[in-house]
């Protein structure tokens, strides 16, 4: 189950960085890789796919990654759960003094307890992180890890 959250996570956040679907290809066969042979009880195996996963991250294509706009409209926040919006589908946050209202889609990965979560999951005075890009003014979460 932990391999399918991190899978889904990894490939929307490659799709968001403009990666594209090759990218997300190459890690849902290096994810598939790595979770069989973990589970065929070949770690070796396991180690070298975690290898290569790593490697091929810190690697960065100029071509694949171009420099633009969207860079500046992505947002990432830290803060308590003041109001839950279940008919918006929208979350209150709460970061020192500032307020900031976070739309949730059916395409953001939301992570409770190290599983995936929904935004029945979210409530009112818990801690939250949230990541995104804002769009027409309103921040669209990509991914939320409840705490």
Same mark, same amino acid.
């Given at each position: 189950?932990? +391999? ?14 403009? *990666? ?12 598939? !890789?790595?979770?069989?042979? !973990?589970? =065929?009880?070949? &770690? ?10 790593? !490697? ?5 294509? &100029?071509?694949?990654? &171009?420099?633009?706009? $969207? $860079?500046? /409209? *992505? ?7 003041? !109001?839950? /919006? ?5 979350? @209150?946050?709460?970061?020192? $003094?500032? *307020? ?5 889609? &059916? @395409?953001?990965?939301?992570?409770? *307890? ?8 979210? /409530?009112?005075?818990?801690?939250? =992180? ?7 003014? =309103?921040?669209? =979460?990509? @991914?939320?890890? +409840?705490?």
């Amino acid at each position: 189950m932990e +391999l399918i959250a991190t899978s889904k996570r990894l490939c929307l956040n490659f799709v968001a960085n403009g *990666r594209g679907p090759a990218a997300t290809l190459a890690v849902l066969c290096l994810l598939t !890789a790595f979770g069989t042979a !973990a589970e =065929a009880g070949k &770690p070796h195996v396991a180690a070298a796919m975690t290898h290569a996963s790593s !490697a091929s991250k810190h690697h960065q294509d &100029p071509q694949d990654s &171009p420099q633009t706009a $969207d $860079d500046a /409209h *992505r947002f990432s926040i830290s803060g308590i759960v003041v !109001a839950v /919006h279940y008919d918006a589908n929208s979350v @209150t946050i709460s970061s020192g $003094d500032k *307020r900031s209202d976070i739309v949730i889609t &059916p @395409t953001t990965v939301i992570e409770y *307890r190290h599983e995936v979560g929904s935004i029945a999951d979210i /409530h009112k005075g818990r801690k939250i =992180a949230a990541s995104g890009v804002v769009r027409d003014g =309103a921040m669209i =979460a990509l @991914t939320i890890v +409840l705490k």
